[in-house]
């Protein structure tokens, strides 16, 4: 520590595992404003609670725009209840937005493992009917091994 109350970039960065140029990205887009003297920047503890939103933010998908807005309420004289519910408000929006990404997926993945079942029955019934015994069933039944997955008709 810069000194019993205040923190160096550097402290931050290794803090919250990010790196200083992070730091001066949040600090150039208005996050945060650290003391200045001279070319060093002087962090205090509200600095650190600021980059600690920012981060948590980011944590689960907030955009820097929403970010700065909850960050911009810190400031209100009423006890934080306005950041709160706006912070509130942006999380449960989130949370709507993950889900219906979880919904997606899982269709995503049933439609996968479908097309998987599907192809892997044609293939059996392609060695069956190729008389090729158990060296083209084991081959069939293994992955390939591809650089680049080729687009497949399911």
Do not use: W
């Not at 999380?91 to 990404?101: D, G, P, V, W």
């Not at 493992?113 to 039944?141: D, F, H, T």
């Amino acid at each position: 520590m810069v000194s019993g109350t205040t923190f160096s970039i550097t402290e931050l960065a290794e803090e919250f595992g990010l790196t200083t140029r992070a730091i001066r990205f949040y600090e150039d887009k208005g996050l945060l404003k650290p003391e200045r003297r001279g070319q060093t920047r002087i962090y205090h503890p509200r600095d650190r609670a600021r980059l600690t939103l920012i981060v948590r933010g980011k944590n689960v998908g907030l955009a820097l725009s929403e970010i700065k807005e909850i960050l911009g309420l810190y400031d209100l004289q009423d006890g934080c209840e306005t950041q709160n519910r706006v912070a509130v408000d942006k999380f449960r929006k989130r949370i709507s937005q993950l889900n219906e990404q979880r919904k997606e997926i899982d269709l995503q993945i049933r439609t996968l493992e479908e097309s998987c079942a599907r192809l892997e029955a044609q293939i059996a019934e392609q060695v069956k009917a190729s008389g090729n015994g158990a060296a083209a069933a084991k081959a069939a039944a293994r992955p390939a091994k591809t650089k680049k997955p080729e687009k497949a008709i399911v």
